[in-house]
């Protein structure tokens, strides 16, 4: 994958940098939001490891515009904030995953496997109900001839649902396929997500079946 790592933190940039090029990952960096913006705009990059403090703007700032205007690749954030209010409010600007700081080499290393996966894995399938269309192989979402912008993560929970044909999903299968473990902090990325997709194209689209989990609507 083609990776940009954009944070303002010199040693923590070459060091997360040589790690994730060891993985064979093509990596480029920036130390603020200029720059990554200049970046995107020459490259096309398949995936965006982002601080949420830049010296010319909050990452959050960054992540919301970049959703606003139609980029589509994973956002895994990386942040000194662990208040579960960052995260949501992440969540919210459209990132895919959070790992708060300090954290393990390891496991940045595991989530940026796990994104590119599930980046990977689309299926060549159009739902069309109720002027909404979701094609999953070209992860494109319409609605009422508009597109909507989906993030990488809500394609993920989509496409099971869908894959799915209307059974219903579980919590614990979402989060196990979807973030790869089941956590109170991933629990609630999920509720987050779920109203996000809601909000972004229509609040039946999604049923919740209480004490059982989700199912696509018919």
């Avoid at 933190?9 to 990952?25: C, P, S």
């Avoid at 939001?33 to 010319?56: C, F, K, N, Y």
């Avoid at 390891?106 to 496997?113: I, K, P, S, T």
């Avoid at 192989?137 to 993030?151: D, L």
Wanted: proline share 2%.
């Amino acid at each position: 994958m083609r990776v940009l790592l954009v944070d303002d933190h010199a040693e923590l940039l070459d060091l997360v940098a040589r790690a994730l090029t060891r993985d064979g990952h093509v990596v480029l960096t920036a130390a603020s939001s200029s720059a990554a913006e200049a970046q995107l705009i020459e490259h096309s990059i398949d995936l965006l490891v982002l601080d949420l403090g830049l010296p010319d703007g909050s990452g959050q700032t960054l992540c919301r515009k970049l959703r606003r205007d139609g980029f589509a690749a994973p956002i895994l954030v990386l942040t000194a904030q662990s208040a579960v209010s960052s995260r949501v409010e992440s969540l919210d600007a459209g990132a895919d995953d959070y790992l708060s700081k300090p954290f393990a080499l390891a496991e940045l290393r595991a989530r940026v496997r796990a994104l590119g996966r599930r980046t990977k894995s689309v299926r060549a399938y159009i739902y069309d109900r109720g002027g909404i269309s979701l094609d999953f192989s070209a992860r494109r979402a319409v609605i009422a001839g508009r597109e909507a912008p989906i993030t990488a993560r809500e394609w993920s929970i989509l496409e099971l649902l869908a894959a799915a044909g209307g059974r219903v999903i579980s919590r614990g299968e979402l989060l196990d396929s979807v973030w790869g473990e089941v956590s109170d902090a991933n629990s609630a990325s999920l509720d987050v997500l779920i109203g996000r997709i809601r909000r972004k194209l229509s609040s039946d689209l999604v049923r919740t079946v209480r004490g059982e989990g989700y199912a696509l609507a018919d």
